[in-house]
């Protein structure tokens, strides 16, 4: 009876436990994302080429010599082994070993800055994350959305990304790694849906009240389906040109998707560069830094007063 109740009870366990895996990074549906799956696995297993045995031994030690157990060695004057020494020292370092390989292979393996392999050039796709929605802008198709992204299948995506303000994480669990948008720079992400399908995307860092409602879906079509996507984006929306981008950048929380037929040129670039217009006059004194931007047209005459004195 005990025996069925730990096996019933060990098999709702992993039922449970698997359950958690449809949808997130075990169940890819990209090549990065089960290169990933695959390292997570092996990394795993290796680690418990070490842990299992401890367990066991440890369960197995304190059932060996419990109390009463009379007629088991005692041998207080042992002190050394040289085979359970080279055991114990051994293993751990041959396994530390591979995960060291393992690691260093795949860090450049897997690197979100390199551009995948593959025979189709690469789609580009521009991501703001926005308080508390993202932004996504096709420069080639010239068309945007927000909390919205299509994507072709088995053509690699080139994701470019920036925040207006907060520091956000993009991700989709499903098509493998994460990285961090922030405000005045650029990171870069390449991923690849080899299937179609929809997969959940979202922020992966805490940025403030409406961060729970921070998602969007991410949409895998074949490229005949992504081509009338995007025509079909260039009819009966507006136009994303900078005064409806500073309306759409203030803060709303569980934002509905939203569509633009024209985006202006260079709005990405814009938006990352908002905090550095005046980078070069940062280090200068505050009255050179103000002739140069003409805003105080009193100083030369104060400084000229100055040298006369």
């Not at 092996?42 to 009379?70: C, D, H, N, Q």
């Not at 050394?80 to 370092?93: F, M, N, Q, T, Y």
């Not at 080139?158 to 790694?177: A, C, D, V």
């Not at 550095?276 to 006059?281: I, K, L, S």
């Amino acid at each position: 009876m005990l025996t069925r109740s730990l096996r019933n009870a060990a098999l709702s366990a992993a039922v449970l436990a698997l359950a958690g895996c449809d949808g997130g990074v075990l169940d890819p549906k990209g090549q990065v994302g089960v290169d990933e799956k695959n390292l997570i696995i092996i990394s795993t297993l290796l680690m418990l080429l070490v842990v299992i045995p401890v367990i066991v031994m440890t369960l197995y030690f304190a059932w060996k010599y419990r109390e009463g157990r009379e007629h088991e060695i005692y041998a207080p004057k042992w002190a050394h082994s040289g085979k359970i020494e080279a055991a114990v020292w051994l293993v751990p370092v041959v396994i530390v070993l591979i995960l060291g390989v393992i690691t260093w292979r795949s860090t450049h393996s897997l690197d979100p800055y390199k551009p995948l392999e593959h025979e189709r050039d690469p789609l580009t796709v521009e991501v703001v994350s926005l308080n508390w929605k993202w932004l996504f802008i096709y420069p080639e198709q010239g068309i945007a959305a927000v909390n919205e992204l299509v994507i072709p299948t088995d053509r690699p995506v080139n994701f470019k990304i920036t925040s207006e303000s907060t520091m956000n994480s993009f991700f989709i669990p499903q098509l493998g790694s994460q990285i961090y948008s922030m405000a005045g720079m650029e990171t870069k992400l390449h991923l690849i849906a080899n299937e179609p399908g929809t997969f959940e995307g979202f922020s992966a860092n805490y940025s403030g009240e409406g961060f729970s409602g921070m998602h969007f879906e991410t949409k895998a079509v074949d490229e005949a389906a992504f081509e009338r996507w995007a025509s079909d984006m260039k009819r009966d929306h507006p136009t994303l040109d900078s005064a409806r981008y500073a309306k759409l950048a203030e803060p709303s929380e569980n934002h509905p998707v939203e569509y633009f037929s024209a985006v202006s040129d260079g709005l990405f670039h814009q938006v990352m560069f908002k905090y550095m217009q005046h980078y070069n006059t940062w280090n200068k004194a505050p009255a050179e830094h103000e002739m140069e931007h003409g805003s105080a047209g009193m100083h030369p005459t104060r400084h000229n007063s100055k040298a006369e004195e």
